[in-house]
């Protein structure tokens, strides 16, 4: 297993400004460290999903292909984005089978052939943990596989960690899910690995995910 100590592909954000509004969205190919076109850096948000890229083997370059991945659902507005590589020993097929033939697809990439499949458990009936978890268990990560997924509404985050970090951090300000911890504090919780991680305003459930079948 190869973890990308860089991300030189690229980066994205969604962000809400209010409950009420869906989210806004930027998304670049260039690194964040040279990308100076953003200039929303004075906003005020109640919720943020950022990434940034360390593109997939065989997919292209392009605003994209980037998370964050963003759609309505029947549960409003819904952002989304994966740390990890799915298409991996065959699957890819297998995967691209999954997503219903009313959703198009913009790109070439695993996170968005994820998202598709995602919204249409959400469209099925599921909520956003257990929509998130059932891609999970479509993808069938493989034991030496790493495959985190994340997912975010204005009120709701979830994420699964599978032999990849995850970092938890609580605080009266908000809570924050990170691939790493983002600083010292000592406040940083490790997630668990093969576990699913849901966080509303008021509570944090962490659970088992289970294994390949």
């Not at 890229?53 to 980037?66: C, H, Q, Y």
């Not at 097929?93 to 695993?110: F, H, S, Y």
């Not at 576990?195 to 305003?201: C, D, I, N």
């Amino acid at each position: 297993m190869i973890v990308a100590d860089d991300n030189p592909d690229g980066w994205g954000i969604a962000w809400w400004t209010s409950v009420r509004l869906p989210p806004l969205r930027y998304r670049s190919v260039e690194p964040i460290w040279t990308d100076t076109s953003f200039h929303h850096g004075e906003d005020c948000s109640s919720a943020i999903l950022a990434a940034a890229r360390k593109a997939s083997p065989g997919t292209t370059l392009r605003e994209v292909n980037n998370a964050p991945f963003v759609a309505d659902t029947r549960l409003g507005p819904v952002a989304f984005s994966l740390n990890g590589h799915a298409f991996q020993g065959g699957t890819e097929t297998r995967l691209r089978a999954q997503v219903p033939a009313t959703i198009e697809l913009a790109g070439d990439t695993d996170s968005e052939v994820l998202f598709a499949i995602f919204r249409a458990r959400v469209e099925a009936g599921d909520g956003i943990a257990s929509a998130l978890a059932a891609v999970h268990a479509v993808v069938d990560p493989a034991a030496d596989a790493y495959v985190n997924l994340l997912t975010m509404t204005a009120s709701t985050l979830a994420a699964t960690t599978w032999h990849h970090t995850l970092y938890l951090h609580r605080d009266p300000t908000g809570t924050t899910l990170a691939s790493e911890a983002l600083d010292s504090d000592p406040g940083w919780e490790r997630v668990p690995d093969a576990h699913l991680v849901t966080v509303t305003h008021d509570t944090v459930d962490i659970t088992p995910l289970e294994g390949p079948r």
